[in-house]
């Protein structure tokens, strides 16, 4: 009867050979899709060859793309981050074009929705841009997202 000292050492050499099998085992299937990747890459490197080509008969510079869109990426950023600064006379001119929209809309007034998609600049609070710019009181009506605005 063996000793549990050998059937130790049995198992130990049985897992062994077991991870030494995983292993070549995952070596063949790495080897099959570094293989498979070269082959369908190849394809694209060569469509964006071609790509490249046409591009630059048609007289577009090339440069390296990835440094243009990062380049393109900041710019959009940056023109987010910007604040704009207007003069007191573009503010009177927002808010009197703002005033006109609330007396055109009549008795039933205006979302501030609507001012906002036609004069972005005017910000959250329309009634004290309207006071503070044009002079004119504006009337509200409802809460929140429901308020309406009237001419007084």
Known sequence: ??????????????????????VKSL???????DQERKTRTADLEEAAKVVLKQLADLGHVGSNSK????????????????????NP??????????????????KEGIAGGEIRKSVPGVGQNIKEFVEK?????VKTTGQ??????HAA
Request: aromatic share 2%.
């Open 89 to 106: 006379e573009q503010l009177k001119a927002e808010a009197t074009k703002v005033l006109a929209m609330i007396k055109k809309a009549g």
């Open 144 to 149: 929140k997202v429901q308020m309406r605005y």
């Open 1 to 22: 009867m063996p000793t549990i000292a050998t059937r130790i050492q049995r198992l130990l050499k049985k897992t062994d050979r077991m991870k030494q099998q995983a």
């Open 133 to 137: 710019n044009a002079g004119v009181k």
């Open 67 to 86: 440094a243009a869109a990062t380049k393109a990426k900041r710019a959009v950023k940056a023109g987010k981050k910007r604040r704009i600064r207007r």
């Open 27 to 33: 070596l063949r299937t790495l080897k099959h899709i």
